[in-house]
């Protein structure tokens, strides 16, 4: 088992920054790629950015050139920063890591952009 505990989220106005960071403990032997999603009520959870162990990236459109996604692995961590912050980024931000077929889930953060 692997427990992921999501921190940095919070209120934002538009155009500002917040960092979020996720600390994996437990069989961590097991992750291979880390990445973020987001989720709206309504809506499907979305990914945002992933990276795997050998730091390729991939990010969704819509956030390409102001989001950017880093892992640390003597820490066992993985971070976003979010640069340029939109009121379309609000959502609760899950951290997810694992390696096919086992993909485990961190509790979520709430990020608030205002206007």
């Known amino acids: 088992q692997v427990q992921l505990v999501e921190s940095g989220g919070g209120l934002v106005q538009a155009g500002g920054s917040l960092r979020l960071s996720c600390v994996a403990s437990?069989?961590?032997?097991?992750?291979?790629?880390m990445g973020w999603y987001r989720q709206v009520p309504g809506k499907q959870r979305e990914l945002v950015a992933a990276?795997?162990?050998?730091?390729?990236?991939n990010y969704a459109d819509s956030v390409k050139g102001r989001f950017t996604i880093s892992r640390d692995n003597a820490k066992n961590t993985v971070y976003l920063q979010m640069n340029s912050l939109k009121p379309e980024d609000t959502a609760v931000y899950y951290c997810?890591?694992?390696?096919?077929?086992?993909?485990?889930w961190g509790q979520g953060t709430q990020v608030t952009v205002s206007s």
């Open positions: 997810n890591a694992g390696a096919p077929p086992v993909r485990y």
């Open positions: 437990g069989s961590i032997f097991s992750i291979d790629d």
């Open positions: 990276i795997t162990s050998g730091g390729s990236t």
